[in-house]
């Protein structure tokens, strides 16, 4: 859920699925003919206190990169209680997206 059409600083969404959505805010936003990217930083009421930013980019060997950069500490007990599983999980969340853009950028011949 979001609260624009677009990744433009300002707009807030919610990340998640079902009882583990939580609340973030677009911070910056780039477009350029060979790059588009886009950060968020969490809001109160989220598990963790950071930010994360997604890059995809067209490089001059016409090669398509996906690029997640993330960085963030605990900012509930239950992210704090989670530990190591805790990173595990933003990790298996960030091969998610790059799995989802493979599946939308393959075209079938």
Do not use: I, K
Not at 32 to 53: D, I, N
Not at 55 to 60: A, K, S
Request: charged content about 20%; overall charge positive.
């Amino acid at each position: 859920m979001t609260s624009g059409p677009t990744a433009e600083p300002g707009v807030r969404l919610t990340v998640g699925v079902g009882p583990l959505s939580v609340p973030c805010e677009v911070v910056w936003s780039e477009r350029t003919e060979r790059r588009t990217g886009w950060g968020y930083g969490t809001l109160p009421g989220h598990q963790a206190s950071g930010e994360e930013a997604f890059y995809v980019e067209h490089d001059e060997r016409d090669r398509v990169w996906f690029t997640v950069f993330a960085y963030s500490r605990p900012a509930r007990l239950p992210m704090r209680l989670a530990g190591p599983f805790a990173v595990v999980g933003q990790h298996a969340y960030a091969r998610l997206c790059g799995r989802a853009l493979r599946r939308l950028c393959t075209v079938n011949a």
